[in-house]
């Protein structure tokens, strides 16, 4: 378990508080199974992940146990229990994009990134996976970079895609300050 800073802490009570009041709003419209998987929606929201905190508001604050949370939470792919990469990127290797080049797609997002298949860079920027099949077979070798799709990839087009992701995020890591 790692320690958190009292700032973090104080994030931390603040966020679940607002979580608590969602909850409230929710649970007079659902009940049971319908309310919690509503409360971990929220909380993946809310958070970008499910943090063992906020399982365990919602376990007290729901009365059900810890454990059959965090079974729905590991059984759904929808919910993850670590913080996800801003970019999540995903290769196609269903049999077009297979047999259309896919292998070397993941291989050079692997040697750019320095990850493997479900793993996130250092700097939490990019996430690695894999789909079997994004629905673009005519257009394979396919990824898609959270909701935007890549067609027709050819090793050689990663590092722009790479490099316009990260001055995105530059650019809106800037904005921010300025707020």
């Known amino acids: 378990m790692q320690t958190i800073s009292l700032p973090e802490k104080d994030e931390m009570k603040k966020r679940l508080r607002k ?14 199974e319908g309310a919690l998987m509503g409360a971990l929606h929220l909380a993946q929201t809310e958070f970008g992940y499910l943090p063992e905190e906020a399982m365990d508001f919602i376990s007290k604050k729901l009365s059900v146990p810890a ?6 939470a590991t ?7 670590k913080p996800k990469a ?28 320095g990850v493997e298949e479900g793993g996130s ?6 996430g690695l996976g894999i789909t079997r099949c994004l629905g673009c077979c005519g257009l394979s070798p396919v990824m898609q970079v959270n909701d935007e799709t890549h067609v027709r990839m050819v090793p050689e087009k990663i590092p722009g895609i790479l490099r316009k992701c990260r001055k995105m995020a530059k650019n809106k890591a800037a904005r921010g300050k300025k707020k």
């Open 121 to 126: 860079s250092p700097d939490g920027l990019f």
């Open 86 to 113: 801003k970019y999540q990127i995903q290769v196609c290797k269903g049999t077009a994009c297979y047999v259309g080049g896919g292998a070397r797609i993941l291989g050079k997002l692997k040697k750019e990134l």
């Open 67 to 72: 454990s059959h949370i965090y079974g729905m």
């Open 19 to 32: 979580l608590g009041g969602l909850i409230d709003q929710n649970a007079q419209r659902e009940n049971g």
């Open 75 to 81: 059984f759904y792919n929808y919910f993850s229990l």
